[in-house]
Nanobody, 114 residues
Framework: QVQLVESGGGLVQAGGSLRLSCAVSGIAFTAYSMDWYRQAPGKQRELVATITNAGSTKYADSVKGRFIISRDDAKKTVNLQMNSLKPEDTAVYYC????????WGQGTQVTVSS
């Protein structure tokens, strides 16, 4: 079955960095775009970044220039390097893929203190 397992969240001070990783199994990883979403308390889940199977990337305006999405096809992982973190980046971050339907990871908490 399809599994997405995130890791790398935690508590960091404003201005700091974190790197999230998502290990993917159960699909032909190289065939699909991968996404990172986030959901802050009381807010809707929002798309943060996308990387296509060809390596093209797209970012939400709120993270452009600070976050970098990447993928390692050999390891079947997708990563999110988060720099210059702000308190408003505090959220649960989810890995996502849609091969034939939506699949989500369990989420990893990122907390940025001011």
């Amino acid at each position: 079955q399809v599994q997405l397992v995130e890791s790398g969240g935690g508590l960091v001070q404003a201005g700091g960095s974190l790197r999230l990783s998502c290990a993917v199994s159960g699909i032909a990883f190289t065939a699909y775009s991968m996404d990172w979403y986030r959901q802050a308390p009381g807010k809707q889940r929002e798309l943060v970044a996308t990387i296509t199977n060809a390596g093209s990337t797209k970012y939400a305006d709120s993270v452009k220039g600070r976050f970098i999405i990447s993928r390692d096809d050999a390891k079947k992982t997708v990563n999110l390097q988060m720099n210059s973190l702000k308190p408003e980046d505090t959220a649960v971050y989810y890995c996502h893929v849609r091969p034939w339907r939506d699949y989500w990871g369990q989420g990893t908490q990122v907390t940025v203190s001011s």
